[in-house]
């Protein structure tokens, strides 16, 4: 995808300001953390979650590497989940990241991306406390 | 002042186009209309709005406009490229009074073991519907009928010609230069699949044109280099040319009845005035004919002879085809409307510009009429 | 000149049109200007548009040290690498149906030599060096006995590197073999000496060098008489070789181009050099940059960088509105990785991005600084925010991590 002005400005507003950007210790407790893509697919996305004693998710991160679409879809992702059980999470649907953000037909992979990414971080963290 | 009487050949930049152009030729505006950033976007809007507008002049879809460096490439995209889509050597049907730059691709493909065969005109240069029987041999990969000659002005039936080939399928090319601009073009109406289109036919810049084809046209590009216009035309785009087109294109059809007004009347009083002079004749007189565009003869006085006297006397016309000009031949037009070599050699093309004024034609009936009355007089008579 | 939107380094797509050669060409677009048909003799009008079509002729062949009669007019550098690959592989198809290029060409020669390999001739595609650069002993390897043509770029447009033209054409002439060289990025910025080079046939573009778009011209030598079959055919213009009507004001704007480009040349390629040096300096200090092809043999105006650990299009939306190719600009309609950088086999991370950074006269210092700082921004907000760059910080290659793929 080469026009940029298929974008919507949701899109352009996450890219330029994404949220929660940054890593939480993947060893810490009630952290879960998903990553999925590769390099060579040309996106690669990082969520990661810490859960509170009630299962709740109390704070998210997220690093992308890949176009805007990509960037946008963890940053609203990321957003969107903070508060919610990871049940609440894990019912979430790519559908609905792509709604918000409006993603051109070319862009539909980086919403299933970021969902592969939140099922991989609710079930690390599910793994690590049956775990502990 | 010297007077311009061969708009045939090429016309004077309206001064509206030039400035729809100026931007894209000194700026601010640059950038290849191919490129991803703004620069880049701009210049393909202007693009497509002049695609637009050469769609709407001919009524064909701007899908369907491919730009090329002008006529001459158009003629020869439209004919090489159908051949080469072909499977193999075939058929080609060209009308026998086609430009240059249509005969002479055709002719590089019968040297490739194509059979080029000429659709024969009547005595006034119209084409005789009734000459082919498209029932009879293998169907033509392509069929030629320019909608305008460009050296006697004759208009052709195109819309006819395509009809009858249109139950087989065979796709009919038109050669529309001269015509846009003095007549109604009418891509979509007259059922051709390709057309050939000049800008500065119609006081748009030299160096651009197009070929309009439909979808359902099968043929393969003459350059390569890129996906540029639909992968039928590589290169970077005459951007400034572009807009220039699109400007001429659209500015030329909103006048048109304007312009064919003025111009059929300057060929009226021209007319008139030639029939006056001993031993004139008028190629394709009985024809209906292009509003711009009177080719005639003085009996006696060679075609080159005029062309000098009137070129001493500041009028710039010519013979025929500014492609060909001092070969000193008998014009194939001519001579496929069974016109007597001697006297097809006397041809002299005038071809007015809504631009040109009464005074100018009367300056050019005095010098005929001086140069009848005195060198060409003791030429031998033809 | 950067009035425009944003700041515009693009010149290796399309340059700016030089206000005088602007002002060459609308002198001919109006009413007492020079509008007639430079093929009609019969009369003043079209005589003086001949007059100026053969003084641009003569501009262009001095710049390139040519004789005005080899030169062809053109719609531009495609159509003049259409007919000189095209029209000599016709041409001489009774001596040979072998040809060679390189895997770095531009679109224009490369879709032409495949054209004739669908006509059945066949083609040797070079790999160049890493630093991009033809080995001329690689390039004799690869001739054969029915080899007719050899097609090298002088400066590729994507990276800017300068072949030996001279090293690739005195290995052709030796064998018996044609040489064409698409000239589009070099003439007018680089000497060229068609005099003393072994060169047959050199195309040029007038709007890479602050002419128009729209036309270009193809040198075809005199002697020893270089041939080709037409492949626009209809008026027998330009000797045969190429027909149609002879856009006046084109050619008289790339021949004020090309005479303005010989006039100051030296001044553009130290303007260009210092400009060079100042954005290279920009990046001296941001790790996981690398310039693309060979580091001094290169036009000073073509600046190729690859970004390591940023991808491509976030790189390009990040960096706007400073006007830049993420590759050819005929290719960038696609944002797959750009086959030149590809041929140099570079070991090349996993993933990374690159920029074509191409500026010259109009280009200011304070244009290169916001390009610098731009692009600096946007590379390290994108690190910042990569998963790959936060692997490589923790010492991870993520070339050696074991990616599940899905």
Same mark, same amino acid.
């Given at each position: 995808?080469?026009?940029?002005?298929?974008?919507?400005?949701?899109?352009?507003?996450?890219?330029?300001?994404?949220?929660?950007?940054?890593?939480?210790?993947?060893?810490?407790?009630?952290?879960?953390?998903?990553?999925?893509?590769?390099?060579?697919?040309?996106?690669?996305?990082?969520?990661?979650?810490?859960?509170?004693?009630?299962?709740?998710?109390?704070?998210?991160?997220?690093?992308?590497?890949?176009?805007?679409?990509?960037?946008?879809?963890?940053?609203?992702?990321?957003?969107?989940?903070?508060?919610?059980?990871?049940?609440?999470?894990?019912?979430?649907?790519?559908?609905?990241?792509?709604?918000?953000?409006?993603?051109?037909?070319?862009?539909?992979?980086?919403?299933?991306?970021?969902?592969?990414?939140?099922?991989?971080?609710?079930?690390?963290?599910?793994?690590?406390?049956?775990?502990? | 002042?010297?007077?311009?009487?061969?708009?045939?050949?090429?016309?004077?930049?309206?001064?509206?186009?030039?400035?729809?152009?100026?931007?894209?030729?000194?700026? =601010?505006?640059?950038?290849?209309?191919?490129?991803?950033?703004?620069?880049?976007?701009?210049?393909?809007?202007?693009?497509?709005?002049?695609?637009?507008?050469?769609?709407?002049?001919?009524?064909?879809?701007?899908?369907?406009?491919?730009?090329?460096?002008?006529?001459?490439?158009?003629?020869?995209?439209?004919?090489?490229?159908?051949?080469?889509?072909?499977?193999? =050597?075939?058929?080609?049907?060209?009308?026998?009074?086609?430009?240059?730059?249509?005969?002479?691709?055709?002719?590089?493909?019968?040297?490739?073991?194509?059979?080029?065969?000429?659709?024969?005109?009547?005595?006034?240069?119209?084409?005789?519907?009734?000459?082919?029987?498209?029932?009879?041999?293998?169907?033509?990969?392509?069929?030629?009928?320019?909608?305008?000659?460009?050296?006697?002005?004759?208009?052709?039936?195109?819309?006819?010609?395509?009809?009858?080939?249109?139950?087989?399928?065979?796709?009919?090319?038109?050669?529309?230069?001269?015509?846009?601009?003095?007549?109604?073009?009418?891509?979509?109406?007259?059922?051709?699949?390709?057309?050939?289109?000049?800008?500065?036919?119609?006081?748009?810049?030299?160096?651009?044109?197009?070929?309009?084809?439909?979808?359902?046209?099968?043929?393969? =590009?003459?350059?390569?280099?890129?996906?540029?216009?639909?992968?039928?035309?590589?290169?970077?785009?005459?951007?400034?040319?572009?807009?220039?087109?699109?400007?001429?294109?659209?500015?030329?059809?909103?006048?048109?009845?304007?312009?064919?007004?003025?111009?059929?009347?300057?060929?009226?009083?021209?007319?008139?005035?030639?029939?006056?002079?001993?031993?004139?004749?008028?190629?394709?007189?009985?024809?209906?004919?292009?509003?711009?565009?009177?080719?005639?003869?003085?009996?006696?006085?060679?075609?080159?002879?005029?062309?000098?006297?009137?070129?001493?006397?500041?009028?710039?016309?010519?013979?025929?085809?500014?492609?060909?000009?001092?070969?000193?031949?008998?014009?194939?037009?001519?001579?496929?409307?069974?016109?007597?070599?001697?006297?097809?050699?006397?041809?002299?093309?005038?071809?007015?510009? =809504?631009?040109?004024?009464?005074?100018?034609?009367?300056?050019?009936?005095?010098?005929?009429?001086?140069?009848?009355?005195?060198?060409?007089?003791?030429?031998?008579?033809? | 000149?950067?009035?425009?939107?944003?700041?515009?380094?693009?010149?290796?797509?399309?340059?700016?049109?030089?206000?005088?050669?602007?002002?060459?060409?609308?002198?001919?677009?109006?009413?007492?200007?020079?509008?007639?048909?430079?093929?009609?003799?019969?009369?003043?009008?079209?005589?003086?548009?001949?007059?100026?079509?053969?003084?641009?002729?003569?501009?262009?062949?001095?710049?390139?040290?040519?004789?005005?009669?080899?030169?062809?007019?053109?719609?531009?550098?495609?159509?003049?690498?259409?007919?000189?690959?095209?029209?000599?592989?016709?041409?001489?198809?009774?001596?040979?149906?072998?040809?060679?290029?390189?895997?770095?060409?531009?679109?224009?020669?490369?879709?032409?030599?495949?054209?004739?390999?669908?006509?059945?001739?066949?083609?040797?595609?070079? *790999?160049?060096?890493?630093?991009?650069?033809?080995?001329?002993?690689?390039?004799?390897?690869?001739?054969?006995?029915?080899?007719?043509?050899?097609?090298?770029?002088?400066?590729?447009?994507?990276?800017?590197?300068?072949?030996?033209?001279?090293?690739?054409?005195?290995?052709?002439?030796?064998?018996?073999?044609?040489?064409?060289?698409?000239?589009?990025?070099?003439?007018?910025?680089?000497?060229?000496?068609?005099?003393?080079?072994?060169?047959?046939?050199?195309?040029?573009?007038?709007?890479?060098?602050?002419?128009?778009?729209?036309?270009?011209?193809?040198?075809?030598?005199?002697?020893?008489?270089?041939?080709?079959?037409?492949?626009?055919?209809?008026?027998?213009?330009?000797?045969?070789?190429?027909?149609?009507?002879?856009?006046?004001?084109?050619?008289?704007?790339?021949?004020?181009?090309?005479?303005?480009?010989?006039?100051?040349?030296?001044?553009?390629? *130290?303007?260009?050099?210092?400009?060079?040096?100042?954005?290279?300096?920009?990046?001296?200090?941001?790790?996981?940059?690398?310039?693309?092809?060979?580091?001094?043999?290169?036009?000073?105006?073509?600046?190729?960088?690859?970004?390591?650990?940023?991808?491509?299009?976030?790189?390009?939306?990040?960096?706007?509105?400073?006007?830049?190719?993420?590759?050819?600009?005929?290719?960038?309609?696609?944002?797959?990785?750009?086959?030149?950088?590809?041929?140099?086999?570079?070991?090349?991370?996993?993933?990374?991005?690159?920029?074509?950074?191409?500026?010259?006269?109009?280009?200011?210092?304070?244009?290169?600084?916001?390009?610098?700082?731009?692009?600096?921004?946007?590379?390290?907000?994108?690190?910042?925010?990569?998963?790959?760059?936060?692997?490589?910080?923790?010492?991870?290659?993520?070339?050696?991590?074991?990616?599940?793929?899905?």
């Amino acid at each position: 995808m080469i026009d940029f002005e298929l974008y919507s400005p949701a899109v352009l507003e996450h890219y330029e300001r994404p949220r929660n950007v940054g890593a939480l210790d993947p060893e810490a407790p009630g952290v879960g953390t998903g990553l999925v893509g590769s390099p060579q697919a040309g996106d690669v996305v990082k969520l990661q979650i810490r859960v509170d004693a009630e299962d709740r998710i109390v704070e998210t991160r997220f690093k992308t590497y890949g176009c805007a679409a990509a960037i946008a879809a963890g940053s609203w992702l990321s957003e969107r989940i903070e508060g919610l059980t990871l049940d609440e999470a894990e019912a979430l649907d790519s559908r609905e990241i792509a709604e918000a953000l409006a993603l051109p037909a070319v862009k539909m992979h980086c919403s299933v991306l970021v969902e592969d990414a939140l099922r991989a971080a609710v079930a690390d963290c599910r793994r690590r406390r049956a775990g502990a | 002042m010297t007077v311009y009487l061969d708009n045939n050949a090429s016309t004077v930049l309206d001064e509206r186009v030039l400035e729809a152009m100026r931007p894209y030729l000194a700026g =601010p505006l640059w950038g290849n209309a191919s490129s991803l950033h703004r620069h880049g976007r701009v210049m393909r809007s202007a693009v497509e709005r002049a695609r637009e507008q050469v769609a709407r002049a001919v009524n064909a879809h701007p899908d369907q406009v491919i730009f090329t460096s002008g006529g001459t490439e158009s003629n020869n995209l439209a004919v090489l490229g159908v051949a080469a889509a072909a499977p193999g =050597p075939g058929r080609l049907l060209i009308s026998a009074v086609e430009h240059a730059s249509l005969r002479e691709p055709a002719h590089a493909l019968a040297r490739r073991g194509w059979r080029v065969e000429e659709w024969p005109v009547d005595g006034e240069g119209r084409l005789r519907l009734d000459a082919v029987d498209p029932a009879c041999g293998p169907a033509p990969a392509l069929v030629s009928v320019m909608a305008a000659n460009n050296e006697n002005g004759v208009l052709q039936p195109v819309a006819e010609a395509a009809a009858l080939w249109r139950p087989l399928g065979v796709p009919v090319h038109c050669d529309a230069a001269q015509a846009l601009g003095k007549v109604p073009v009418d891509f979509g109406g007259w059922g051709v699949q390709l057309m050939t289109l000049s800008a500065h036919k119609l006081h748009g810049p030299q160096g651009v044109g197009a070929l309009v084809v439909s979808q359902g046209a099968v043929l393969r =590009p003459l350059l390569y280099g890129g996906r540029h216009e639909r992968g039928l035309r590589p290169g970077t785009e005459n951007v400034a040319g572009i807009v220039g087109f699109g400007a001429a294109a659209e500015l030329a059809v909103a006048e048109l009845a304007e312009r064919a007004a003025r111009m059929a009347a300057l060929r009226e009083r021209f007319e008139a005035g030639l029939r006056r002079l001993p031993g004139a004749v008028i190629f394709g007189d009985g024809a209906e004919r292009l509003p711009n565009t009177v080719q005639f003869g003085l009996r006696g006085c060679h075609g080159e002879t005029v062309l000098l006297q009137l070129d001493r006397a500041g009028i710039a016309v010519s013979s025929g085809s500014a492609c060909h000009s001092g070969v000193n031949q008998p014009s194939h037009v001519l001579l496929a409307m069974g016109v007597a070599p001697e006297l097809a050699l006397t041809a002299v093309r005038v071809s007015f510009s =809504p631009r040109n004024r009464a005074e100018d034609v009367d300056r050019l009936l005095a010098a005929l009429a001086e140069i009848t009355a005195t060198r060409c007089a003791q030429e031998t008579p033809a | 000149m950067n009035d425009g939107p944003g700041v515009y380094l693009d010149y290796a797509a399309t340059t700016p049109v030089d206000p005088r050669v602007a002002e060459a060409m609308c002198a001919c677009l109006t009413g007492d200007g020079v509008f007639g048909n430079p093929a009609s003799r019969s009369h003043e009008y079209g005589r003086r548009a001949l007059e100026k079509v053969e003084t641009a002729r003569e501009q262009v062949a001095a710049l390139v040290g040519a004789d005005p009669r080899e030169i062809i007019w053109t719609s531009g550098a495609t159509e003049s690498d259409n007919l000189a690959i095209k029209g000599a592989a016709h041409f001489y198809r009774n001596k040979g149906r072998h040809l060679v290029t390189v895997k770095t060409e531009h679109k224009a020669v490369l879709d032409s030599m495949r054209q004739l390999e669908r006509e059945g001739y066949r083609v040797t595609y070079l *790999a160049p060096q890493p630093d991009g650069l033809v080995d001329p002993e690689a390039l004799r390897a690869a001739l054969r006995p029915d080899t007719v043509l050899v097609s090298i770029m002088h400066v590729n447009n994507e990276i800017g590197v300068i072949q030996d033209i001279a090293a690739l054409g005195a290995v052709c002439h030796e064998h018996g073999v044609l040489f064409h060289v698409d000239a589009a990025q070099s003439a007018g910025k680089l000497p060229i000496d068609l005099d003393a080079l072994p060169v047959d046939l050199m195309s040029f573009s007038a709007h890479k060098v602050y002419g128009p778009k729209g036309v270009g011209a193809l040198y075809v030598r005199r002697k020893p008489r270089v041939r080709l079959e037409a492949q626009i055919h209809g008026g027998g213009h330009e000797r045969g070789m190429r027909s149609g009507t002879l856009p006046t004001h084109q050619i008289v704007g790339m021949g004020a181009a090309f005479a303005l480009a010989g006039a100051e040349m030296e001044r553009d390629l *130290a303007h260009a050099r210092a400009l060079r040096r100042r954005l290279l300096g920009g990046f001296a200090e941001l790790p996981g940059v690398y310039l693309n092809g060979h580091p001094e043999r290169c036009l000073p105006g073509i600046v190729n960088l690859s970004f390591d650990y940023v991808e491509g299009e976030s790189l390009l939306l990040g960096v706007r509105p400073l006007a830049v190719s993420s590759g050819s600009a005929c290719t960038s309609a696609s944002l797959e990785p750009s086959y030149v950088l590809r041929a140099l086999g570079r070991d090349n991370p996993l993933a990374h991005s690159s920029l074509r950074f191409s500026f010259g006269r109009f280009t200011r210092e304070a244009d290169i600084d916001f390009a610098v700082a731009r692009v600096r921004a946007t590379v390290e907000r994108l690190r910042a925010l990569s998963p790959l760059w936060e692997m490589v910080e923790q010492g991870i290659d993520p070339a050696r991590y074991h990616w599940a793929t899905h």
